[in-house]
């Protein structure tokens, strides 16, 4: 038992384990704690309780806006699919086999992270309203602070298309340990195109900031996890020296 505990200490000591999670915390107070939510997303909501509900979110149909919302998960399944395809042509291909366990990767953490955490978990089952369905910007549900559990249908907790924006942060978990200049270009790569799949959403009036926040959060803890068990970095033998060259 003290060596699990010794163990666990250790790893959460780690700046990749603790930073974000400060991160995370500290902003999930300042949503709960303020109306940081409702005041970003009412920069987009045109103020007018009269006309129906998509004419309330002027920018919803404008560009680049709907092309994000309608493209922005492309990039994430061709490298979800294209992970796929990699790790099943290397059995029998063997000038992939270097490159089996990171499509093994790929493919597993689009399912997992974005596909049942956040799409198959999260979404359905924390109902919490989205901002056009709450009363601030004419709808009749409540405003639920980040974090509280709604008690009926409300699919806003957290953003699934911002959850794929932020998986494109894949392959950092691939090359940190022997690339990281490399890792670090990905992290941003995938930071950014959640921000911004993130901001379309916000501005279509369907998701909160914090929804956006935790949508980043929750794939990159999965990351984490799942890449823990495939020791990037660490391989002995041809397999590193193929990766590393």
């Not at 999260?122 to 919490?128: D, L």
């Not at 911002?162 to 995938?190: D, E």
Request: aromatic content about 16%; proline content about 8%; hydrophobic content about 55%.
């Amino acid at each position: 038992m003290a060596t699990i505990v010794t163990n666990v200490v250790a790893v959460a000591r780690r700046p990749a384990v603790w930073i974000p999670a400060v991160v995370l915390a500290a902003a999930t107070v300042v949503f709960w704690y303020t109306k940081l939510d409702l005041v970003v997303v009412g920069r987009f909501f045109s103020g007018d309780f009269a006309v129906p509900e998509g004419a309330r979110w002027p920018l919803k149909a404008a560009q680049p806006w709907i092309t994000l919302y309608d493209w922005g998960q492309l990039p994430a399944w061709i490298l979800g699919i294209g992970g796929l395809v990699v790790w099943i042509v290397s059995f029998f291909w063997k000038k992939l086999e270097r490159w089996r366990d990171p499509g093994l990767f790929y493919v597993l953490l689009l399912m997992i992270g974005p596909g049942i955490l956040v799409n198959w978990v999260f979404k359905p089952y924390w109902n919490r309203p989205r901002p056009r369905a709450t009363a601030p910007f004419g709808g009749q549900r409540e405003f639920l602070p980040v974090w509280q559990r709604g008690l009926s249908d409300g699919e806003s907790f957290p953003s699934g298309h911002a959850a794929t924006g932020f998986y494109l942060m894949a392959p950092a978990f691939v090359y940190y340990r022997r690339r990281p200049w490399l890792a670090a270009a990905f992290l941003l790569l995938g930071l950014t195109g959640g921000s911004v799949i993130g901001l379309a959403r916000i501005v279509a009036g369907d998701h909160f900031p914090s929804d956006i926040l935790w949508a980043g959060g929750i794939v990159y803890y999965s990351a984490l996890l799942l890449a823990a068990p495939f020791h990037f970095g660490r391989e002995k033998g041809p397999t590193a020296q193929a990766i590393e060259a």
